[in-house]
């Protein structure tokens, strides 16, 4: 069974559109995130969720939104897509937020705005 | 703010032994991790060093040196599978993870 699951892995649509993104981990784990990976392959957080509470936001900018229905599941939505948002999308999740544990990444949502 | 540097590409080859080296500058340190990522595919966990000193797991060793902001990750007895890139992450606060850009290694026969 997949531990970090995402849907979907593709996603191609129009600039200026809304999307979302689904991610689930059946892992048991208290900590999940939203990584972006851009083309020259840097993997940069932008976002934590621990227990369903937001924990880390780094500089996104507001049209991205994520929303933790529960501690299993953190889905990102993106409002008014822009070009500069194509990238791969990783989803990973954590026991809890110490530091020294391990983050699982599930196999990403490579988004392409036209 | 957080600077992590690795060398963009490297070329081994098979059976022979490669380090992949990471300096950083950060606040807050608590640990550095190793992932290594094939293309197309999700970065996996390879290792965590928080003291200083060498860890060894089968074939990849992880070396860090906190006092000068350096580590290592050591590949040993080279196959042509271990062609991926391999990403240097320091933990800074409550696993906030901060990437480097990744070396992508090319092994040859």
Request: proline fraction near 4%; aromatic fraction near 12%.
């Amino acid at each position: 069974d997949t531990a970090v699951s995402q849907t979907p892995k593709y996603l191609v649509t129009q600039m200026g559109n809304d999307k979302s993104i689904k991610c689930e981990q059946n892992l048991g784990h208290d900590t999940m995130y939203w990584y972006k990976q851009d083309s020259k392959k840097f993997l940069k957080i932008m976002f934590s969720y621990n227990n369903k509470e937001l924990i880390i936001n780094e500089t996104v900018p507001n049209r991205f939104s994520p929303k933790s229905p529960d501690k299993a599941h953190l889905n990102l939505h993106i409002n008014s897509l822009e070009l500069g948002d194509s990238a791969v999308y990783f989803c990973a999740s954590s026991q809890g937020g110490r530091p020294q544990e391990t983050q699982y990444f599930g196999p990403g949502t490579r988004l392409l705005v036209l | 703010g957080q600077n992590i540097d690795q060398p963009t590409e490297m070329t081994a080859t098979e059976g022979a032994i490669v380090q992949i080296n990471c300096t950083y500058q950060t606040s807050g340190f608590n640990g550095l991790f190793w992932y290594q990522q094939h293309a197309g595919e999700a970065p996996t966990f390879l290792s965590y060093n928080v003291l200083d000193g060498l860890e060894e797991k089968g074939r990849f060793s992880s070396f860090l040196s906190r006092s000068k902001g350096y580590s290592y990750l050591l590949l040993k007895e080279l196959q042509m599978k271990d062609s991926a890139s391999y990403l240097c992450a320091v933990s800074v606060g409550a696993n906030n993870l901060f990437f480097g850009t990744g070396t992508r290694l090319t092994v040859i026969p």
